[in-house]
């Protein structure tokens, strides 16, 4: 049975992509059979006549994966905008039992499977179906990690990301600080208040240039799916 979770965001740039690397390349650093899926990354790069989706290539670099990144993004799109308006921009849209289809393809080839949204959790893939990413994390009947800025406001954003990720009926496993300086007061203060506001616990905090992470408390928010 494999095991997986999902990873979002209080929002966009916050560090998803490079915290999803550090997770993925420190549990194959220790032998675990962990791979990487995103249901729809737009922005892709461009080298050539060839798209290159960013976000899974980089997680593919970082954590020793020799595959095809093209083959673990449903949906990959030029423009760098929200999903949903990349999608119309390109007459491609974004359907649920694609990603789903994809998500089974893909999780049988690991034991674990961290799979990473797009933006922050109120993301759309689709106004015309009503499919927000929400709706993909249910689907897939996945917990998530949110992964939040250490810095000024994170207080307010990750709160509020907390309640409406509960009000959707989402598991919420953790938060992972990024850009964590213990020695600042205020950073380890938002720490403090992220968990006594919410319950939920930050599980792990992530420096600058930080090339691992500590698992320990990261590996037991996987589920059995």
Not at 96 to 109: A, H, M, P, T, V
Not at 151 to 176: D, F, H, P, W
Not at 177 to 182: E, I, Q
Not at 212 to 221: G, N, R, V
């Amino acid at each position: 049975m494999t095991k997986g979770i999902f990873i979002t965001a209080t929002g966009t740039d916050v560090g998803k992509t490079y915290t999803s690397a550090l997770i993925v390349k420190s549990m194959r650093k220790m032998n675990i059979n962990c791979g990487y899926y995103k249901p729809a990354l737009s922005g892709a790069e461009i080298l050539g006549d060839k798209i290159i989706p960013g976000d899974c290539a980089y997680v593919f670099k970082e954590s020793g994966i020799d595959k095809n990144p093209m083959d673990y993004v449903s949906y990959v799109f030029k423009p760098a905008v929200s999903p949903h308006l990349a999608a119309e921009k390109e007459n491609n849209p974004i359907k649920l039992e694609k990603i789903k289809n994809d998500f089974y393809r893909i999780k049988s080839e690991y034991d674990y499977l961290l799979v990473e949204g797009a933006g922050g959790i109120i993301c759309p893939f689709n106004i015309e179906d009503n499919l927000i990413l929400p709706d993909v994390i249910k689907a897939l009947d996945l917990d998530i990690i949110i992964v939040a800025s250490a810095e000024l406001g994170t207080i307010n954003s990750t709160v509020l990301t907390i309640e409406y990720a509960r009000q959707k009926g989402i598991n919420v496993k953790g938060v992972i600080l990024n850009k964590y300086n213990s020695n600042s007061e205020m950073q380890r203060d938002n720490l403090r208040q992220i968990e006594h506001l919410t319950g939920v616990k930050v599980i792990a905090t992530v420096k600058e240039n930080d090339e691992y992470i500590d698992l320990e408390k990261i590996i037991p928010t996987f589920k059995e799916i």
